[in-house]
């Protein structure tokens, strides 16, 4: 046995070492429907009726279940000798399907693309840049044409975002009171791309609007939460024609009337007219030469008095935290060609743009807000 100090840094690095399978653990309960089914029952199933409903194996499902125990994923009661499965309410919240704030959708996105990106880091650090050519057969300078590569995908994008701003959205569109500004602009949501940026692609496999991933569809969850916050505000969703088609197809919108679309690539199409200017986990996508010219873009559009509201994940000062913005920005480098960014750096862009009166807000969650005015 080695010392206590040599036991805990061995433990550390098996932890570690390990993380990827504590991810794969998840990603297979949900994309298996484990919770889904033990949220349909009307009460606690045996692993034998847990494999029955999902159709695995009952060994596999014993492993998988007893496992999701250890990580508070599930709870165990043993009755009459029989171990008996429920969710946890960390689960029910956030892993069942049909719950409001559930982020199934999301983590399926980050099962099937982003874990495949990752397995190619050392060779995005090597070369400074993304890894679809690698994950998916992509050649890197069409970023993201691997997620758009169907329909179905696109919509699995879209979907996956809608979860992000289901549990952020309110926080962010809270931060700062923007009731002074009555008609507001969602440029591009979370998408990165926009149709001039793809010239190869098929326009009905992009997404503009709206992950975790780090990237975000046009499913309108922000504007919903800010219509909602802010009675007498309107707001415009800007988006190319395909997804706005997709968004109207596939998510419903109560507040018709109150939120609205207009087609459009926010790089080159004039942008609507609006008091403020959303750009929310766009910047990050972007180099900062792209971010300089979109930025300049949106100043030119706004009226004087007039705002943009950048949202992000923040980096501190120094850049060496929070670890989950760390890993953010380290997802930037395979998937993209942006980066998280600390608020000076954010706010030196900002200021070349022409915007001033920067503010900036944290909410306590992941993401954090940016008000600059013109």
Partial sequence: ??????????????QYS????????LFAACELGVFDVLAEAPEALGSDAVAARLGASARGTELLLDTCVSLRLLQVETRGGKALYENTELSGTYLVRSSPRSQHHMLLY?????????????????EGQNQYQKAFGVPSGELFSAIYRSEGEQLRFMRAL??????????????????PFPLICDLGGECPLQAS????????????????????????ALAKECVSLYPGCQVTVFDIPEVVRMARKHFPFPEEGRIGFQEGDFFRDPLPDADLYILARVLHDW?????????????RACKPGGGILVVESLLDADGRGPLTTQLYSL??????????????QYQALLKAAGFRDIQCQTTGGIYDTILARK
């Fill in 162 to 179: 809608q979860d992000i701003w289901s549990v952020q959205g309110r926080s962010v569109m809270a931060a700062f009171d923007l009731s």
């Fill in 1 to 14: 046995m080695g010392s206590p100090g040599e036991q805990a840094a061995l433990s550390l690095l098996d």
């Fill in 18 to 25: 390990c993380g990827f399978m504590v991810s794969q653990v």
């Fill in 331 to 344: 997802n930037m480098l395979v998937q993209t060609e942006g980066r998280e960014r600390t608020p000076a």
């Fill in 110 to 126: 980050l099962a099937r693309t982003t874990y495949l990106c990752w397995a190619h880091l050392a060779q995005a650090v090597r």
């Fill in 287 to 299: 180099a900062d030469e792209k971010c300089a010219q979109l930025l300049a873009r949106v100043h």
């Fill in 197 to 220: 940026e793809l010239p190869k692609l098929t326009l009905g496999l992009l997404s503009t609007h709206r992950p975790p991933c780090p990237l975000p569809g046009c499913s309108g």
